[in-house]
């Protein structure tokens, strides 16, 4: 996968806590996505940044779900009061240029609420 | 929302034997592209396609970009074990944002030795 680490690999929540999940992109990459996999279906887009800036969370609930993409650090996505329904994996993808063709993806963070 | 019609959901064959795999869509892609996940994996880009009926190789796998710019299809040929997994199209809207990609919904392939 080309460089992009995502961690944990694995995280439990009990319903109501927060979970947050990070990504460090490949070196040299300043574009960011998330895509949420629920169990036995495709991804779905939610979040693509640029260094810093939010370009476009069409694909992000309104609300309990932020994501970053600090000058420095990795890109963070946080989940706030987790509900079972947030169970899924959520992976991330890093490009160089933005263009979603030349982007790979991370081993993903298997989220479960329980 | 918009979605993408892929077929078969789950294939299981003997090894050698050729594979096809396509998706459909209502709407209008400018750009087609075949991913595999393997389990616990992220999905890896197998092939791309930017143009109306292209037609692109890559080893074994076939890909083609239909005519309408609303389907496509995969072809594995010869096929080995190691070609087990998850197989995702996805495709970039025509005149949407050119970030984002539509996902099917997946082909399982298994194939038994």
């Known amino acids: 996968n080309a460089g992009v680490m995502q961690n944990p690999r694995h995280l439990v929540r009990r319903r109501g806590q927060e979970a947050r999940l990070r990504c460090s992109p490949v070196?040299?990459?300043?574009?960011v996505y998330w895509y949420r996999q629920l169990p036995e279906e495709g991804l779905k887009f939610m979040v693509y940044?640029?260094?810093?800036?939010?370009?476009?969370e069409s694909g992000m609930p309104k609300e309990r779900f932020s994501a970053e993409f600090p000058k420095e650090g990795p890109s963070i996505l946080r989940i706030q009061q987790v509900v079972r329904g947030d169970s899924a994996a959520y992976f991330c993808?890093?490009?160089?240029?933005?263009?979603?063709?030349?982007?790979?993806f991370g081993q993903g963070t298997r989220l479960t609420v329980v | 929302g918009q979605q993408l019609n892929q077929s078969p959901q789950s294939m299981f064959i003997q090894e050698g034997e050729d594979v096809s795999m396509n998706c459909t869509s209502s709407?209008?892609?400018?750009?087609w592209l075949w991913y595999k996940q393997d389990p616990g994996e992220g999905p890896v880009l197998l092939i791309a396609l930017y143009k109306a009926g292209e037609l692109t190789s890559n080893g074994r796998l076939t890909a083609q970009f239909g005519i309408t710019r609303k389907d496509s299809f995969l072809n594995i040929s010869a096929s080995i074990p190691s070609d087990v997994g998850i197989y995702f199209c996805?495709?970039?809207?025509?005149?949407?944002?050119?970030?984002?990609?539509?996902f099917g919904t997946g082909t399982l392939l298994a194939v038994q030795p």
């Open positions: 709407s209008i892609f400018n750009t």
């Open positions: 070196k040299g990459h300043s574009h």
């Open positions: 940044l640029q260094k810093e800036n939010i370009i476009d």
């Open positions: 996805a495709g970039q809207v025509l005149g949407g944002a050119t970030n984002k990609l539509i």
């Open positions: 993808a890093s490009s160089r240029t933005g263009g979603i063709t030349e982007a790979f």
